[in-house]
């Protein structure tokens, strides 16, 4: 069974820094990987899609990169800002697994001024 | 676009209570999902429609159902509600082309609190 991970759970980083947020998956068996943000109360949104193939995406100050070999993807915010406060879920979608999204329980970002 | 609409917004049912919780997308969509978000975890899939007419169970389906009888809509049934079923419930859909699919867009969820 996929098991997706991301650490840390939570984080609070002063405006400006640049951060990373990590997301971490036990089967490299997978069509794509995508990272949303979720705000309190809200849906959620797509930030970034990653296929299989493909190694990195990049929206505006968001970078987010795959490595499924180790099982592993990155999202990278620069120069962030408190509008960015929000929770970051990663999911990925396996070969094996019909449409389902694997989630995992995402990272509560704060960004202070 | 609308996109991804839910109603209502919070219910509270009593054991035993049925409902049924909306889902409409205005973007012509193939495929249509309904998760749920349990307190501090990720989302899991409870049934899921690739098309009018077909549906599938997901990972939790049991004490649901479902129906997909125009592309638009996804209505999610709970027949004898639970305890259990408290939860966020949130409906996506997405216009899969190919094997690796496309982003699911996500409507805004409906809270559910059962007594």
């Known amino acids: 069974k996929q098991e997706v991970t991301q650490i840390p759970a939570a984080l609070s980083v002063p405006e400006g820094e640049n951060l990373v947020l990590n997301c971490s998956f036990t089967?490299?068996?997978?069509?794509?990987l995508q990272w949303f943000r979720q705000d309190p109360g809200k849906g959620l949104t797509s930030l970034l899609l990653i296929q299989s193939s493909q190694r990195e995406q990049t929206s505006g100050r968001l970078n987010a990169s795959l490595d499924k070999s180790s099982g592993r993807s990155t999202l990278y915010i620069a120069a962030s800002q408190p509008g960015d406060s929000a929770t970051y879920l990663c999911?990925?979608?396996?070969?094996?697994?019909?449409?389902?999204?694997?989630f995992g329980k995402g990272t509560s970002l704060l960004v202070t001024p | 676009n609308a996109g991804v609409t839910q109603t209502p917004k919070f219910r509270i049912l009593k054991i035993g209570q049925s409902m049924t919780l909306q889902c409409a997308q205005d973007?012509?969509?193939?495929?249509m999902y309904w998760y749920r978000q349990d307190p501090g975890m990720g989302l899991k899939l409870i049934y899921y429609s690739v098309g009018a007419g077909i549906t599938d169970k997901g990972e939790v389906p049991n004490g649901y159902n479902v129906s997909r009888s125009t592309t638009e809509d996804f209505p999610l049934r709970l027949e004898l509600a639970a305890p259990s079923q408290t939860s966020v419930y949130f409906c996506?859909?997405?216009?899969?082309?190919?094997?690796?699919?496309?982003?699911?867009?996500f409507g805004p969820g409906t809270r559910l609190l059962v007594l």
């Open positions: 999911a990925v979608r396996l070969t094996n697994s019909g449409y389902a999204l694997n």
């Open positions: 089967d490299s068996a997978i069509y794509n």
């Open positions: 973007m012509n969509h193939n495929y």
């Open positions: 996506a859909s997405s216009y899969a082309a190919g094997v690796q699919g496309k982003t699911q867009y």
